[in-house]
């Protein structure tokens, strides 16, 4: 019989899980993208993220592949560069965002690319997004343009729009794709849960070596 | 995380299953040992064709080899009969699998287009019999999963005589605890016998559990975060799973439970009556089930067919050999559902133109309600469950408004008044909220020096607040960096225990100042410190910088020109505004007010030094200050604080300067050596190994001393009190220099007793005679 020794169809699922950090310049909508990503919403108006923001989803992937990411959406403004490290250090996946009208925006995305491929972790799985495709007519950079130093930076690449969700929710499916679970280790960093008293085992976000004393 | 969507998974099964109705033949008959011979189509056939067709077999040989052999011989007998039995339906069903235990035989058959949808298929035995242990009594079990549900199915045959009872019941326990399946069968169903209806196909294996069937297949079940979190299925715990771990669990075979206390007589009689009401009164396997002692997990459909035991073979009647045993309904089938409507029966009923054996078969007709899993719907309400706890988990992050995220502190002055201003965070959230200020990326502290918060961490309930003081403040620890050009500025983190961060900026102007300064860099500073600063102007070139800070020139010119004569210099306290001034002007360069700080300046010049005179001036002075109290507004004034307290003040601004060298004149490096030495030559000696500029600090001041001294005649008392205040702060060790002169007075001791070594003559000081000397001057 053809179907002697063969797996069940539905294999055992697996669930991973993530660190993704979200970096760009200030305004060019990484809040929005999460915000887009994880409650489906979207703000016109929205106050610009002085700090780290933390949100969690999970993405279910076709072949039982589960992975939820736990995101830090960090601040835009120069002043705050200095603190990226605290959030894209244990990362696994990046999500270095520009604004399609703003051609400064892509040679900051850039220069994050830079520090990302030089001091995170050498593993960490990139994407370049440009965001605000529903603002075209005042588009600055050109799709290809991005796309070619995507493709050459090794960088996974969408143009997205938080506002009309085109792209986003394809983004980051693909980096979920794209993250390497056949060499994980099961228990790298390997965190314990902390809301179990709530009821319910939800998993602590990360915490920095520099400040994990809670 | 698991456990809870196993749980919403279970709640929400209907969602993603689909309820299919299977119809079920169940056979059982004990044949007594016979071979095969009679044509067993009336007790095989039904209307319908089945989806599925359990038979078993008791008794299928008597003979003593049986307990020994494993012979199939027999089986493949029956086998072949019952393919007969089913004629052209035969070629529709495919034997999936048999199990036989001596003279028991359970064999399942499932039309063909059902193979592939057959699934785990698992057989067990129990022998219960002579020693509890043999095979001639016992069970034979099959289990396996259709679609989504699991099915088992139990052939038995219990202890006969009417008088067994208890002994049926306890093989009816012993087969229920003894036949177990693995939750994860490492080994395969022992391949079947080609069965002539059918090739038979290899049953695929997989992993099955009590649990929910989809829980086997794609539902992430252990957690473990960061990276791969688990994977189900993998090995676990070997536990067994019992008959009754299944969804649907039908139960046939010889019970040989008989009808007790009636005579045969009266059996007929009321079974000519068809009264089946009085007859199962006393079917023992009915008192059984009522009593809750055997079989009471287990339904029976209504019995309306004869006994099925014993008759005479080849007839239709009743046993009439020497035993006479009374007719009994010792053949049954029972079924049990997890669901209280999973098993229905359509027909029970025995076929007694079967004559070869003592017994007749029985047969059941069921339909079954069997889940089938829709993979695609099952991934949808999956999705929607991790969503929800996503949700919830998003919901229930810890939330807060910051109420301000820059702080401008204006000016900040060295030792100015502590600048305090407020930030209020407010529990915005669901949920208690802990938070606590944290380090920057690879620092160690929450903040610089010249900050402090309070508190950096509590925790807020939700709707309620918390006012954190932001205080700014510089003092000699925080100021060396701020002049040496560092800004007040700083980032401070607010981190939400399990959730997000936030960032407040902190900002101020500082204004340098020449306290607080390496002397090093003191003497390259073109121009005084606030000046070079506003200028932005940069550092002489090493080669080009001046032998002693301006700053400790000024202070020591004014106290060798106005406070010589004063005999407790280094022994009053100074007025505080007088010794900002003072600090201000050396900052600025600024000349020194001498109407701010001389009691009379014209006469105190003239008039020097005549401490005598100093006595009668007093009064004076303290009239005139009087008066002129009223016109200073602006600058600050020493109004009655008493005499020459601008030079005191100029003194003690001497001291907290030297107090505040962040490396003092004597550096921590030689603080040892140097409290420990014991010779005049030695205490020279060490001046070769401090830097030059500090050397030539160190030599000013013990000039000044000198001439303090030459200028007081000698006064011993007076001697000592200046190497003591000018030793303590131009030698300091390392650690809190106040714990440690508490904790070694000596510390202090020494520390003058060096500086002793500079402040006076050879002749007047031979190592530890000084004081005696001293005395002997006076």
Sequence with gaps: ?214 | MSDYVTKRMLDREAEFTEQKTISVFVGTWNVNGKFASDALDTWLMCEAEPDIYAIGFQELDLSAEAFILNDNTREEDWTRAVARGLGDRATNYWKIVSKQLVGLLLMVFVRKEHVTIVKDVQTDSAGVGIMGMMGNKGGVSVRMRFHDSTICFVNCHLAADDTQVLRRNQDYLEICRRITFPINPSYSVPSSPVSPITPIPTSPISATAASPNWLQNNIPIAVNIGGMIGISGGPAPEKALTIFDSDRLIWMGDLNYRIEALPLAEIKDLWEKRDFDVLLKFDQLSIQRTNKWAFDEFEEGQITFPPTYKYDVRTNNWDSSEKKRAPAWTDRILWRSKDSDGIKQLAYRSHIDITQSDHKPVSAIFTMKIKKILPYKQNEVYISIVRELDKFENDNLPDANVSCSVFDYGEIKYLGAPQTKSVTIENTGHVILKFKFVPKFDEQHICQPWLTIEPSQGFIVPGEGETIKLTVAVDNVSAPALNAGEKIEDILIIHLENGKDFFISIHGKYVPTCFANNLERLVRLPKPIKLAHDENLSLLPIGHQISVPKEIWRILNFISQYGKNVNDLFTVTGDQSLITYIRECLDTGEEFDLSLLLDDPQKKQESLPTPLEDDDKTIVELDKHSTDLSTLTEKPSHGSLGDNIGVHSMAEVLIRFLQSLPEPVIPFHLYDQCINIKSRLAAHEVLELIPSVHANVFIYITSLLQEVINHNKKDIGRIETLAFVLGSVMLRSKTNDRLRMELHASQAQKKKEFLLYFITNELELEDDEVEDNFSADL
């Design chain 1, 1 to 214: 019989m053809s179907n002697s020794n063969r797996q069940h169809p539905q294999a055992p699922g697996k669930l991973y899980q993530f660190k993704l950090v979200l970096l760009g310049e200030a305004a060019v909508g990484k809040s929005s993208l999460v915000l887009r990503f994880v409650k489906d919403q979207f703000d016109d108006y929205r106050e610009s993220t002085i700090g780290a923001a933390f949100l969690t989803q999970t993405i279910h992937l076709d072949d039982n592949t589960t992975v939820k990411f736990e995101i830090w959406d960090t601040a835009g403004q120069e002043r705050y560069k200095s603190l990226a490290p605290m959030y894209y250090r244990n990362a696994n996946c990046a999500v270095v965002v520009y604004d399609i009208t703003q051609a400064s925006s892509l040679e900051k995305a850039k220069s994050w690319v830079k520090e990302l491929q030089r001091q995170a972790d050498p593993n960490i799985v990139i994407a370049l997004a440009g965001n605000k495709t529903d603002l075209s007519s005042r588009r600055a950079i050109e799709r290809e343009d991005a796309q070619a130093y995507a493709h050459d930076a090794g960088l996974l690449f969408f143009e997205t729009s938080a506002k009309t969700a085109a792209n986003v929710n394809e983004l980051f499916t693909s980096i979920a794709r794209k993250m390497p679970l056949d060499q994980l280790a099961p228990n790298s960093r390997l965190r314990g849960s902390l809301l179990n008293n709530k009821g319910v085992d939800l998993t602590n976000p990360p915490q920095n070596n520099n400040y994990c004393a809670c």
